[in-house]
């Protein structure tokens, strides 16, 4: 059905492979899977290695960046912007180590773009450096067998004082509270749903903190409230359409605005 651009797993290989993937589920491979099933294909089920795009190794290390920041808060370690700056510089440098990365030539923009991003982040932040958070980079699991789901597996960013849930998210455009909610409710349920079941408590709300890449960057905090139960209807049934696609082997390419970024381009052409 597929010729991918590298020799496939054989049949055995992908029966275990397509098993292994329906134990659990997580929110970064339920949003591949209905963004475009094709790509799931080569991502989750062939594990086509490409070069990764700047943007997403800038996303990449301003998270590591976050996260060292919230750690320190969470240690109460004073956490100076000059140690933040030489973090992201050694993060910068050796995560290249062992990846690939397509610069084209912008590496030194792209890098100042990053920095620049996290300036202006710790300028503007709701959050004071004296908050305490919940939690840190936390992984958590809920188990859905008795909704007849796999176990729901996932690592949150950070939970602030008060069940909080944060989600760190670098983009090039400014979100509107519409859109962010709908492109990422099925991720902000998933951690609603894992939330609740590590803690026993409901979270107080869910907040999407966007750094924008501006020629000015800035911060956009998108606040939700808690997950509604239409939305864990929405979460669990587009789970059940995840696992049976899943079983009838449904890889059939989702063609949209989303595959001017997708790295599998020349593959998907291939498919026949």
């Given at each position: 059905?597929?010729?991918?651009?590298?020799?496939?797993?054989?049949?055995?290989?992908?029966?275990?492979?397509?098993?292994?993937?329906?134990?659990?589920?997580?929110?970064?491979?339920?949003?591949?899977?209905?963004?475009?099933?094709?790509?799931?294909?080569?991502?989750?089920?062939?594990?086509?290695?490409?070069?990764?795009?700047?943007?997403?190794?800038?996303?990449?290390?301003?998270?590591?960046?976050?996260?060292?920041?919230?750690?320190?808060?969470?240690?109460?370690?004073?956490?100076?912007?000059?140690?933040?700056?030489?973090?992201?510089?050694?993060?910068?440098?050796?995560?290249?180590?062992?990846?690939?990365?397509?610069?084209?030539?912008?590496?030194?923009?792209?890098?100042?773009?990053?920095?620049?991003?996290?300036?202006?982040?710790?300028?503007?932040?709701?959050?004071?450096?004296?908050?305490?958070?919940?939690?840190?980079?936390?992984?958590?699991?809920?188990?859905?067998?008795?909704?007849?789901?796999?176990?729901?597996?996932?690592?949150?960013?950070?939970?602030?004082?008060?069940?909080?849930?944060?989600?760190?998210?670098?983009?090039?455009?400014?979100?509107?509270?519409?859109?962010?909610?709908?492109?990422?409710?099925a991720q902000t349920s998933c951690y609603a749903i894992m939330y609740r079941e590590s803690t026993g408590?409901?979270?107080?709300?869910?907040?999407?903190?966007?750094?924008?890449?501006?020629?000015?960057?800035?911060?956009?905090?998108?606040?939700?409230?808690?997950?509604?139960?239409?939305?864990?209807?929405?979460?669990?049934?587009?789970?059940?359409?995840?696992?049976?696609?899943?079983?009838?082997?449904?890889?059939?390419?989702?063609?949209?605005?989303?595959?001017?970024?997708?790295?599998?381009?020349?593959?998907?052409?291939?498919?026949?």
């Open positions: 059905m597929i010729a991918p651009a590298v020799a496939p797993p054989s049949q055995s290989g992908i029966k275990d492979r397509l098993d292994v993937l329906q134990e659990t589920v997580s929110a970064s491979r339920l949003n591949c899977w209905q963004q475009c099933r094709l790509k799931f294909w080569f991502r989750y089920v062939l594990r086509l290695v490409k070069p990764s795009a700047p943007a997403l190794y800038v996303g990449s290390i301003v998270h590591s960046v976050l996260q060292s920041w919230n750690l320190g808060r969470w240690r109460y370690r004073s956490v100076n912007l000059e140690a933040l700056k030489q973090t992201f510089h050694e993060n910068w440098k050796e995560e290249q180590v062992e990846a690939v990365i397509n610069w084209q030539g912008e590496e030194e923009a792209e890098r100042t773009t990053g920095w620049a991003l996290l300036e202006t982040y710790f300028r503007d932040t709701p959050i004071t450096l004296d908050e305490k958070p919940e939690a840190v980079e936390v992984s958590v699991e809920a188990d859905l067998s008795e909704h007849g789901l796999p176990k729901l597996i996932g690592v949150i960013d950070l939970v602030r004082a008060g069940g909080r849930i944060v989600d760190f998210k670098t983009a090039s455009q400014t979100p509107t509270v519409k859109k962010a909610q709908h492109l990422h409710e408590r409901k979270e107080t709300g869910i907040e999407l903190h966007h750094l924008v890449k501006l020629k000015k960057p800035k911060i956009v905090v998108t606040p939700l409230e808690p997950m509604t139960d239409n939305q864990q209807t929405r979460l669990f049934k587009g789970i059940e359409s995840y696992v049976a696609g899943l079983d009838r082997e449904d890889f059939v390419p989702s063609p949209g605005l989303h595959c001017q970024s997708c790295e599998f381009w020349n593959e998907c052409r291939r498919w026949s």
